[in-house]
């Protein structure tokens, strides 16, 4: 079986020291140190899904990623990342806005798109086959990453979350432990990193 990495929300406001939303959260350095470089090493892409979360009210004072900032930036390398990014405006990768990642552009009010995330997924992932196994890495996991498994799991796909690659806003991991446990196998499956490894054999998925 092929395997394709969903990487939801890597970006600094959410994943390193001085970010808005920042916690020390391990997934961080396992997917940075471990499934990085197992990623580059085996020619793996990462597909990309990232947030515009600017406010629609400039005075409001709680935006966050914004475009063309330090907050914004991604911690996917460019050499391992599918090349097409889909920002979302909210936790469902569904909602989306006019000028979103567009530093020169007024951020719209999000609305949901459905169609064009399909549109996306076939284009980055391919339709739902059988053949693909989607692992799925990022922040944050009762939120974001959970929306995003809801969203492929109404669509058909087969997804998985890799344990050491997500955490909760808190970073605690008695809590991540605990939506493990109880969230599984309602929209997807878990799986853990040294299990998956040592009884796989991996192959390349050749995304667009």
């Known amino acids: 079986m092929s395997v394709i990495f969903l990487s939801i929300d890597l970006q600094n406001d959410f994943a390193t020291e001085g970010g808005a939303h920042y916690s020390p959260r391990p997934c961080v350095p396992f997917i940075r140190d471990t499934l990085f470089p197992f990623v580059r090493e085996r020619g793996y892409k990462v597909v990309e899904i990232i947030s515009d979360y600017r406010d629609t009210e400039p005075d409001k004072g709680t935006s966050v990623c914004i475009p063309g900032t ?62 693909h196994e989607i692992v799925l890495i990022g922040l944050v996991f009762e939120i974001c990453v959970l929306s995003t498994l809801q969203e492929l799991h109404h669509r058909g796909y087969r997804a998985k979350v890799l344990f050491e690659a997500v955490d909760t806003y808190t970073g605690n991991a008695d809590q991540k432990k605990g939506l493990f446990e109880t969230l599984f196998p309602f929209w997807g499956s878990p799986l853990y990193w040294d299990e998956w490894v040592n009884t796989n054999h991996f192959e390349i998925v050749p995304l667009v």
Do not use: C, M
Not at 110 to 126: A, C, K, M, Q, V
């Open 70 to 131: 330090w907050g914004y930036e991604s911690l996917v390398p460019t050499d391992i990342k599918h090349q097409s990014v889909w920002v979302k405006s909210e936790p469902s990768p569904v909602w989306i806005r006019e000028g979103a990642g567009e530093v020169s552009d007024l951020p719209g009010i999000p609305y949901p798109s459905p169609n064009g995330f399909d549109r996306w997924l076939s284009e980055t992932i391919g339709p739902p086959s059988s053949e």
